[in-house]
């Protein structure tokens, strides 16, 4: 039998803010004592650069001179070399969450340090109106079915733990419609002086009609930001993190029209 | 062998009897006895007991006790709340049927937070569903258990994010957890949504909670295929049992988390009670679902998953609810998002029925997309799949009603009124109407039913079927009474158009519902017109053949309300309804309900003709359907069923009629042998009735009659095959036949049995078992003596010739190897002739000289007694010398009897004993 270990962090969500204390247990549990030579417990952050597959062969030069970043370390000695009784051993810690000079910490995907961003959130409703003519990149606009679609984001500034809503109402279309979803897309841009790479992501996709809806009622508009995918909307010198949503409408037989709306995201 | 002379000991049997009986001590009123306790029930003695108690010191405890130990624990299983009671009531459906009308009426205005046991739960309504909506069409399942293949509008995204999303398929392919099943038939179909449902809690409990999201996801996403439309509404059970499951699952599991703090969670508990891992786990699973792509899945799956919003707060639920409702608006196709509503509906009912707005909403914004029903997409998938608008609109009501049996529960009339105002605003509300008539208080319709019929007749024709609402109105009237001026109009009206229905299915399906309310307010007149009209549409190309269910209803409720069977049977109708019942089960079970309604109503015994025809030939129905192939237990109570009706005929004082009566019956149930059992039974209670009318001196009239009777008897019995029945009956009707001073008569049946003896086999059949004959052989035989002690001897043969035929045939029956029971009867005969050599008899018979006062006690009868006795005595040795072994042991025995005082007789055989065995 083999002895396992495992880290138990404290708060149920895993999330820690800059300046706040990371506290938990380390657990230990064995059927017959076990000799050790101590236990050191290590926290290391890092920022790493990774290469997109549509990137590849572009920018490798680039990317390669870029080394991992590291934000935050730091080890403490736990328990000197000793045994550990057999069963279970409990054994607790702490860490201040100190940026080590003075680099600036950004929230991260995962969700791990949080820079609190005092953004000021204020509501930015946008209206639309989709119609054949209001679309661009149509090959042959005669070909089009008619339709008229109406709606509203109740915000294009959105706080990140907040859904995303609005309205849409099909006032009338030819075509049957098959589908309508919202795409969330993360765009990422990484440049330097010499030149810059833009990264386009579908984070989530949901759908919000599916078949041929009732005309005239208003359909909700409603997407939970994914936790592990999004971030407050990010901009410094060297990249940018942006998010933007499509509406996707998918009309019979064959016709998908998409309408973009570029979101700010912050965290309040 | 030596002979051992017999000499009866005398008995005085009075003196006997006056020293045996208990001495009665007298009882001054408030003394102790033993039974008193039980059985007095006035709180008055209740009372009285409990001070006695306190006066000894007692505390009040103690005396409560005491004074509830005066309840009878018998009684009080009595009170209709046993298990069993309260099953047989939950079981039979008529009865639940009444229960929930009559607890419709008491409803409980004030209590809205929890639903009420008056809410007919989802539970009924699922088989219902199942049963109803079926196909023979071919069905296929299409699972993917990997993430979402990108579809078409995924045609923007990066090279990059396909390559991993193929890579994650992949993955789900390695667990080979795709499939697509097709060519399914229905009950492939289910079988395969109940493995489903199985492999849900499989990959739950061995922590695979994961693969459960998908099992349930994939499962709700069959919601959204609406090919074979005919399933859909089976479908929906089906798969909402598996929402359930899950949805039950993370329920219990979060709770479960909140629970091992060492404190149980109330059950409404607040979100402070819970604690950061309920919660996170909680929120994980919310944030799951809202990332699921496909809108009926997410929607399916967050419903399902609802009540957990109460670990994260108070408003959770209220605040989702609405969101769900306005969500559903996104589903295209009506039905699906109709039976989505319905989902909803149920889970808000479960969680928090007190949420009336979500209800509400669900209601009107399922009015404001109900055109698209007759849009062009519903039609052309109509086209595609054959389906006709009038089968396709049936799919609707089983949510239809549903959504609104939880709005219109507990709901205030003036919701009721509004709703139903809506309703009418719409174009072709036929299908509308029908639901509010099948979920709203009866009541609320009865009282509006001439409203009713007349949207009814307005209602276009082409769409939904105008008989489904004609019969869910006759089911709210079936139920609540209309106001008494509308009464007439109500049935002429409803009348005239079923009455035109040509589809005899339709119109079946219709009068059927009717019948009840015809029944209920009008006279037999009605009844019959309302039968007769029956008649006419079924007669024809023998369309009644595919209807035997509700025809057979129909005649259910038509007896439910005629209690009295002379104004039954004088509907006219009545039995020429009965002739449409030709194939010969139905028939059977038609004519079983009758006999058993009448068993149960019919107080008094009657002679009404109308009646006994009837009947009689119901009856004979009953009996001629028995043959080889009948199993006994419907014999059983096909026989129950006649007996209850021949004891329920009596002709009052003319007994000759009642005596014909059961001729006639005889030769009518000559199949049934319980039949012929209580046929004699029933004819020696009619000579022992005449005896008790002469008070036991017969005129020759009735000496004649009497003679009948017991001859009717006595060539009755050998038609039975049952050898002890017809052994017991010889007996008794032999008794009635020496009551009756048939003495001659009396002999033939005592011959009878005699003769009948040496015919009982070894081993009978008892309920389905073989068991040894001896002991009941040996019942009988005892009983039989019982009766020999009175039977006078005949001048022409000789000297207790009975007891000596009889000892003949015990003699030569063949018995057990080493069983006592031939000695244990020589016993009983020793005591009969001991009981026959007394000077007067213990019992005797009125006006029947025994052979006590015949003989007066002459010694030569007492010498041909003796000697008698001391034969059989001899048999007993004998047998007591083959119990070789254990010959001490007798002895001992004996020698014990011996030394009791009035068994000083039995020394001397102790003496002997020995002696005889040794030579």
């Known amino acids: ?268 | 062998m030596a002979v051992f002379p017999w000499h009866s000991r005398n008995r005085n049997y009075k003196a006997e009897f006056a020293s045996c009986r208990l001495e009665a001590v007298p009882l001054e009123f408030g003394d102790y006895h033993p039974l008193k306790p039980i059985t007095k029930f006035s709180s008055q003695v209740t009372e009285s007991k409990t001070k006695k108690v306190n006066r000894k010191g007692s505390t009040s405890s103690t005396s409560s006790s005491s004074s509830s130990s005066v309840v009878d624990p018998l009684s009080s299983v009595l009170d209709g709340t046993d298990p069993l009671s309260m099953f047989a009531a939950t079981a039979d459906p008529a009865a639940l049927a009444a229960a929930m009308d009559s607890s419709r009426r008491k409803r409980d205005r004030d209590d809205n937070s929890v639903v009420g046991s008056d809410f007919e739960p989802w539970t009924n309504k699922r088989g219902e569903i199942l049963a109803r909506y079926t196909t023979t069409e071919k069905l296929s399942i299409n699972l993917f258990m990997g993430s979402e293949k990108g579809k078409a509008g995924t045609a923007t995204l990066a090279m990059s994010e396909k390559v991993r999303t193929r890579l994650e398929e992949l993955d789900d392919f390695e667990e080979g957890s795709q499939k697509e099943l097709l060519n399914l038939t229905q009950q492939d179909y289910v079988n395969r949504i109940e493995e489903l449902n199985q492999s849900l809690k499989d990959a739950w409990a061995s922590d695979q909670k994961v693969k459960a999201l998908k099992i349930v996801i994939q499962c709700s996403k069959l919601l959204s295929d609406t090919s074979v439309i005919q399933f859909y509404p089976s479908k929906f059970v089906l798969i909402t049992d598996i929402l359930d499951t899950f949805g039950k699952l993370v329920y219990e599991r979060i709770f479960s988390m909140c629970v091992d703090s060492r404190s149980v969670l109330p059950d409404h508990f607040s979100p402070e009670n819970a604690n950061d891992t309920a919660k996170e786990t909680c929120l994980n699973w919310f944030f799951k679902i809202a990332s699921i792509r496909e809108l009926i899945p997410r929607f399916y799956v967050e419903a399902s998953i609802l009540k957990c919003n109460k670990f994260l707060s108070k408003t959770g639920i209220s605040e989702c609810l609405p969101r769900l409702t306005c969500m559903i608006r996104g589903i295209g196709d009506p039905l699906v998002s109709v039976y989505a509503r319905a989902y909803l509906c149920r889970v808000g009912m479960e969680v928090a029925p007190h949420l009336k707005e979500t209800l509400n909403k669900n209601f009107f914004d399922f009015l404001l997309t109900f055109k698209q029903i007759h849009g062009d997409t519903v039609q052309n998938q109509l086209v595609v799949q054959g389906v006709e608008l009038p089968s396709y609109l049936p799919l609707y009501p089983p949510a239809m009603d549903w959504i609104f049996q939880c709005i219109s529960y507990h709901a205030p009339e003036a919701l009721l009124t509004e709703m139903m105002e809506r309703c009418k605003k719409l174009g072709n509300n036929a299908l509308l109407l029908n639901s509010v008539m099948s979920a709203f208080r009866a009541e609320f319709i009865a009282t509006r039913s001439m409203d009713f019929i007349g949207m009814i007749k307005e209602c276009d024709e082409s769409g939904f079927p105008k008989h489904l609402l004609f019969r869910s109105l006759g089911l709210n009237l079936a139920l609540a009474d209309p106001p008494e001026s509308d009464r007439l109009q109500i049935l002429n009206e409803a009348w005239k158009v079923i009455t035109k229905l040509k589809n005899p299915q339709d119109y079946i399906n219709c009068a059927e519902v009717w019948v009840e309310y015809t029944c209920k307010h009008f006279t037999k007149r009605e009844v019959n017109t309302v039968l007769a009209d029956v008649i006419k549409h079924m007669t024809p190309d023998r369309a009644f053949e595919d209807s035997y269910p509700q025809l057979q209803l129909i005649i259910k409720k038509v007896i439910a309300h005629f209690h009295d069977f002379s104004v039954l049977f004088s509907v006219e109708k009545f039995l020429p309804f009965l002739d449409m019942f030709q194939k010969e089960s139905v028939r059977v079970e038609v004519c079983k309900c009758i006999m058993d309604a009448f068993i149960k109503h019919q107080q008094e015994p009657t002679k009404d003709p109308v009646i006994l025809n009837a009947l009689l030939h119901v009856c004979k129905t009953m009996h001629d359907s028995v043959n080889a192939l009948t199993l006994e237990d419907e014999k059983r109570m096909l026989s129950y069923l006649i007996n209850g009706f021949i004891k329920m005929v009596s002709f009052g004082r003319d007994f000759e009629q009642q005596l014909s009566f059961y001729v006639e019956s005889r030769s009518m149930f000559c199949n049934l042998e319980p039949v012929l059992v209580q046929l004699i039974h029933s004819v020696n209670r009619l000579a022992m009735e005449t005896r008790k009318v002469m008070k036991g001196n017969h005129s020759r009239k009735t000496a004649a009659f009497v003679r009948a009777c017991v001859a009717y008897c006595f060539i009755t019995i050998p038609s039975l095959a049952g050898i002890f029945t017809r052994l017991n009956l010889y007996l008794h009707s032999g008794q009635v036949a020496l009551a009756n001073q048939c003495l001659s008569q009396a002999d033939a049946f005592f011959k009878a049995a005699i003769s009948l003896v040496p015919e009982v086999p070894k081993m009978i059949n008892i309920d389905g078992k073989m068991r040894p004959s001896e002991s009941f052989l040996l019942e009988f035989l005892c009983n039989f003596f019982s009766t020999l002690l009175i039977v006078p001897d005949h001048p022409e043969h000789g000297v207790l010739f009975l007891v000596r035929e009889l000892l003949n045939v015990i003699q030569d029956y063949t018995w057990e190897d080493n069983s006592d029971e031939k000695i244990r009867i020589y016993t009983c005969v020793l005591h009969l002739l001991s009981a026959m050599s007394q000077e007067t008899y213990l019992y005797h018979i009125d006006k029947v000289d025994s052979n006590d006062s015949l003989y007066g006690g002459d010694s030569k009868f007492l010498a041909e007694n003796n000697k008698l006795c001391e034969t059989v005595m001899a048999q007993i040795l004998e047998h007591l010398k083959t119990l070789a072994k254990d010959e001490v042991k007798t002895l001992e025995y004996i020698k014990k009897q011996s030394k009791q005082p009035d068994m000083t007789h039995l020394t001397e055989l102790a003496l002997r004993l020995p002696l005889q065995t040794r030579t």
Request: aromatic share 8%; net charge neutral; hydrophobic share 40%.
């Open chain 1, 1 to 268: 039998m083999g002895t396992a270990l495992d880290i138990k962090i404290k708060r149920a969500n895993k999330v820690y803010h800059a300046g706040e204390v990371l506290s938990g247990v380390v657990v230990i549990s064995s059927k017959d004592s076990v000799q050790h030579q101590g236990v050191s417990l290590t926290m290391e952050g890092t920022v790493n650069l990774q290469l997109s597959a549509k990137s590849v062969g572009v920018f490798e030069a680039f990317y390669n001179s870029v080394k991992p970043i590291q934000i935050i370390n730091s080890t403490i000695e736990m328990v000197k070399p000793g045994k550990f009784p057999s069963g279970k051993t409990e054994i607790p810690f702490e860490f201040p969450l100190h940026l080590k000079g003075n680099k600036v910490l950004y929230e991260t995907y995962h969700g791990v340090f949080v820079n609190i961003q005092k953004g000021k959130f204020t509501p930015s409703p946008v209206d639309f109106t989709i119609t054949p003519e209001t679309l661009q990149n149509v090959k042959e606009r005669a070909l089009l079915p008619k339709f008229l679609l109406r709606g509203h984001l109740n915000s294009t500034n959105c706080v990140i733990t907040q859904p995303l809503t609005g309205e849409l109402v099909v006032e009338s279309s030819e075509a049957a419609i098959r589908s309508v979803e919202l795409q969330l897309v993360r765009v990422e841009t990484c440049g330097c002086a010499e030149g810059y790479a833009r990264d386009a992501t579908e984070i989530q996709n949901i759908q919000i009609a599916d078949g041929d809806v009732c005309r005239g009622l208003s359909v909700p508009i409603y997407m939970v930001f994914p936790r592990l995918f999004t971030c407050p909307t990010l901009e410094t010198t060297n990249f940018k993190v942006e998010f933007e949503v499509n509406i996707v409408v998918l009309l019979h037989p064959d016709h998908l029209i998409t309408e973009n709306f570029p979101l700010k995201l912050c965290r309040i």
